[in-house]
């Protein structure tokens, strides 16, 4: 049986879901829903894509352990529905949070399989589960073919993933999670559930770390802080570091991290080589087709670290 963390008397919690490709980026993330007063993270399902799925695994498991949370943690699947694995270890390390030296092996994940995590626990809290998709979506397209109607049971999702403006960060025009799996992303994408993307452009507008940031941040001297700003090591330059996974996180927790959403239709590039994995979204609406998500076009950089910077202190 899938382990419920129900505390009586605590009716106003928000209930969290987590998938995660876990890396540098992701572990921040994972950070801030950990420590955040009014959330309770139900599960974390880790899915292969920044690095392979153990990898990923023990780093998930790794964060809760630091952040002292007892939170199962449940491994996903190592691959994409129909392609080959390709990681982003060039970026985030060989283990994925910056190659410092940590300890990342022995941890111990829940029995179950991810996706029947992914199942029960919104089964379990029908209309009342935020999933926030850090990763490729492997594991949740996978859950919604197996039962479709989660879809209808999701009281939101939060993606960090695509591209609804700019460029991309791993071909011309796609994002890495999206590009990853893209026939992942199609399913999610066409399913019904109430779906809010934050894409790439979002994250490198408002979620860059400054060099000064990071000094203040790295500052507030407890083990969480050092650990969130050491594990970036791999992909620091003079200019700082993107972290993605947290503005979407962010996003999760309060959504006036976003200042302007749109809703608008997203569909998703599987065929073409030098798209793949592109996130079409119908801005002006020449495909007539209704729209199926809440896209993030601007947000609040300075709300986005208050948030981060608090979920680092005591």
């Given at each position: ?11 106003s919690l928000r209930h969290f879901l987590i998938d995660t490709d876990t890396a540098s980026d992701d572990a921040v ?84 399989h991810a996706v029947d995590a992914i199942r029960e626990t919104i089964n379990s809290y029908p209309g009342e589960i ?145 798209s793949r994995g592109q996130t079409v979204v119908d801005h002006l609406g020449f495909t007539k087709q209704q729209p ?23």
């Amino acid at each position: 049986m899938l382990a419920k963390n129900i505390q009586k008397g605590e009716t106003s919690l928000r209930h969290f879901l987590i998938d995660t490709d876990t890396a540098s980026d992701d572990a921040v993330a994972l950070v801030m829903a950990l420590r955040y007063p009014d959330v309770q993270v139900e599960a974390i399902t880790v899915v292969a894509g920044n690095v392979p799925l153990e990898q990923g695994l023990q780093n998930a498991l790794y964060t809760v352990g630091l952040c002292q949370k007892q939170v199962p943690v449940y491994r996903g699947l190592a691959a994409p529905i129909l392609r080959p694995l390709e990681t982003a270890q060039d970026t985030h390390g060989q283990d994925g949070m910056g190659d410092i030296g940590l300890l990342l092996s022995g941890g111990i994940p829940a029995p179950e399989h991810a996706v029947d995590a992914i199942r029960e626990t919104i089964n379990s809290y029908p209309g009342e589960i935020t999933l926030v998709a850090l990763g490729p979506l492997t594991n949740i397209a996978l859950a919604l073919l197996l039962d479709p109607t989660l879809a209808l049971k999701v009281k939101e999702c939060i993606i960090m993933g695509g591209t609804a403006q700019g460029v991309g960060n791993i071909n011309p025009v796609a994002e890495f999670n999206i590009w990853v799996d893209p026939e992942a992303a199609k399913i999610v994408f066409s399913s019904t559930m109430p779906i809010t993307m934050v894409d790439w452009y979002t994250s490198t507008a408002y979620a860059t770390i400054s060099p000064d940031e990071a000094k203040t941040l790295r500052s507030i001297g407890t083990p969480l802080a050092k650990f969130c700003i050491d594990i970036q090591a791999s992909h620091m330059n003079d200019t700082g570091f993107v972290i993605a996974d947290p503005i979407a996180m962010a996003i999760a927790l309060d959504r006036s991290v976003a200042t302007e959403i749109k809703r608008l239709f997203v569909d998703i590039e599987t065929v073409s080589a030098i798209s793949r994995g592109q996130t079409v979204v119908d801005h002006l609406g020449f495909t007539k087709q209704q729209p199926n998500a809440d896209v993030v076009l601007y947000a609040s950089h300075e709300r986005f670290f208050e948030i981060l910077q608090k979920s680092l202190q005591e």
